[in-house]
């Protein structure tokens, strides 16, 4: 009997997979029940007012940080990213009120219509901006805060198959850019930045710039970001600034012990592929 478990729901002996797994019977699994009568309708009514204050915000912030966005009209029908957002308020809506199937329908629609996946479980706040997007999921665990823009490519993913928080948590006022990657349930503060292709796997302070594979914080200020800016390409390049510092320092070195340095030849060439394997 040590191999068989209890259904939480309707109490049948199933198999055990795993000592995390959700503990129900397939029967159970498919069943797609939803009674109304369990429902708070005073909470209903205020989640429905929510979609309709988040569809302001939502569209309003495309407005704020697309300089191509032109028309109402325009941003509703050419732009994936309000698409995409605008069907996960709504299979979130249906999530919250624990619907099944339903959520999820949804959101596989919004995959197929705008190349965006945002699972519905996701908890997002308000003037949410995806830019372009394609190639962009949020996981289901997610949490992101006000006033978040991302770029196409862009991953918030989990790290574990434990039922359990296991995506990230996104401040206020945070860009990440264009194939950044945000594994696991860290927590990336307020007024962030992080680049392009950047793979973030610990937390993130408030008011800090992340580059890098892993990533890495390589500036942080002090005093709160007023306006988060798009210009999430113009960052820092560490590796550059590495290899700076390295050339600084040997001519230093240099001078201490009485080098001429060669001025012919003062430039460092980087080849890649077939001629070439780095500096």
Known sequence: MDDFLRCLSCGKSISSKTEESYNYCTECMLKLDFKTSDLDHEEVDRCLQKILNFFVSDVNAAFTKDPAARTILEVLTSYPGIKAVLLYRIAHFFYELNMPF???????????????EIHPGADIGSDFFIDHGAGVVIGETATIGDNVTIYAGVVLGGTTLNQKKRHPTIGNNVVIGTGAKILGPIIVGDNVKIGANSVVIDDVPPNSVVVGVPGKIISRIGEKIEKIDLRHGDLPDPISIAISSLEKRIRELE?????????????????????????
């Open 102 to 116: 339903i959520p999820r329908y949804i959101s596989d629609i919004a995959r197929g219509t705008t190349a965006i």
């Open 255 to 279: 001078g201490k012990l009485l080098i001429k340095p060669d001025e012919s030849n003062n430039d460092i060439e980087i080849q890649y592929g077939k001629y070439g394997g780095g500096i």
